[in-house]
């Protein structure tokens, strides 16, 4: 559904999905990389939070867990979405409080983690729209500089 604000988010839904997944990738509109979260742990080994980047198929992001998270063995619940906002809007309203919660439960470094890697999505993000300013190659443009 689209507000006035863009497509809307079921609050109910992303407040599930923050709860209950194993692995969770989110995408974003601005730029290719994912925010890939691994709630998943061990005596040895804590939750990992990363930039990953784009796979073609959930098959492919199986196959990468299984090279940088193999003593886990899949996950039960692997959730994908695309945030439609930006990553500030992400960053600030709070809805990443579940998983937020989640992560210090088990490791305060995991919840330092997000936050170092939300920073470095907002560095992302704020790359991807000067190159869309600038007309990089992964932005059409209207106009043309003139030569």
Do not use: C
């Not at 709630?39 to 959930?58: D, F, I, M, Y």
């Not at 190659?137 to 106009?143: K, P, Q, Y």
Request: charged letters at 25%; a negative charge.
């Amino acid at each position: 559904m689209f507000t006035d604000n863009g497509l809307a988010i079921d609050p109910e839904a992303l407040d599930q999905v923050l709860r209950k997944a194993d692995v969770l990738t989110i995408g974003f509109v601005a730029f290719p990389e994912r925010l890939l979260i691994d709630t998943r742990h061990n005596q040895w080994e804590g939750p990992l939070v990363a930039v990953a980047e784009p796979v073609a198929s959930v098959q492919e992001r199986y196959l990468w867990l299984g090279r940088h998270r193999g003593s886990f063995g899949a996950p039960e619940a692997f959730s994908f979405f695309v945030w439609p906002h930006s990553v500030r809007t992400l960053v600030e309203s709070g809805v990443l409080a579940p998983m937020r919660d989640r992560l210090a439960a088990v490791s305060l470094d995991s919840d330092a983690a997000l936050d170092v890697t939300l920073a470095r999505f907002l560095e992302l993000e704020q790359e991807a729209w000067r190159g869309a300013i600038r007309g990089d190659e992964r932005w059409a443009t209207v106009w043309q500089r003139a030569s």
